[in-house]
């Protein structure tokens, strides 16, 4: 069965997460969580003659990258069979294909999360395409409270590892192992060599880079600063709602991944001042050169150590 275009004015109503089965086929027949990302993933190399083995994932307010790509094809997420739909503010729904340089790209301007309702497959069905893609390392982006008392609004930090805090882990339940195996390692889910690279990209380019640990909470809601103290305590320097199942996904499918977080606020607890999501977008926009930068400095050095 064909993909048909949606009409795109309603791309922002409420999504109603995917079920893993074609519409018209018998009731009870249903495909795989892998073959409907190989049909999502032969739909995306259908619209573009380019394959790339870097994507990217672009958070909160951090989607103008993928504007800037040359020879792109833009495709909105409502169009690419059981991709999930973004809701949230300062998550355009978008993919875009295209090239930064001469190294060909694939960017996703914002992502879903658990707290838009959706399940934690859903939220790492997009790495399940880049898989299906042929994608070698993927770079993740989010907009992250700071904890440690160094990461000020403003600062991108690398991320080294994660906790995670969202009870939810996209590898639950059966094993695919045409994606990877039951019991996957973690030890090493944020490339060191990639971490490497970036923080030296960053340093040279005047940046001031950092690395800390993030920890990942389902939101929708911020934390209290009871919270935050106890992410301190067990070894949280940054928080965030977004990222961990992405990365565990990679890691399965044995992706590469670079995670870095542009710290937008100050979590709770820290200022005297509530926390509002238009400072995270408002944050995100006045670091967006600064993050351009580095990852223009980057994807040539990762393009190199992946061919």
Known sequence: MSAKKTN?????????????ALPGFAA?????????AGLAAKFISEQTSLRPEIA??????????????????????AEIPYFPRSTAVGHAGTLVVGKVGRIPVCGMQGRVHLYEGYSVKDVAFPIRVFARMGVKAVILTN?????????????????????NLQSANPLSGPNDERFGPRFPDMSSAYDRRFREMAV?????????MYEGV?????GPSYETPAEIRYLRTIGADLVGM???????????????????????????????????????????????G????????LLPRIAEVIS
């Open 8 to 20: 795109r004015k309603t791309e922002r109503q409420a999504p109603e997460p995917p079920e893993f």
């Open 28 to 36: 009870g027949e249903s495909l795989s969580e892998f073959e409907c």
């Open 56 to 77: 990217l994932v672009l958070g909160s307010g951090l989607g103008a990258f993928a504007d800037e790509f040359s020879s792109a094809t833009k495709i909105p997420y």
């Open 143 to 163: 907009a992250a409270g700071g904890i440690k008392r160094e990461f000020v609004q403003g600062k991108l930090v690398v991320i080294k590892d994660h906790i």
């Open 200 to 208: 030296g990209e960053g340093n040279r380019i005047g940046i001031g």
């Open 214 to 218: 993030y920890a990942a909470l389902p």
């Open 242 to 288: 977004s990222t961990v199942p992405e990365v565990i996904a990679a890691r399965h499918s044995g992706i590469r991944v670079l995670g870095i977080s542009c710290v937008t606020n100050a979590a709770a607890g820290m200022l005297d001042q509530p926390l509002d999501h238009k400072e995270v977008l408002e944050t995100a926009e006045r670091v967006k």
């Open 290 to 297: 600064q993050f351009i930068g580095l990852l223009k400095a």
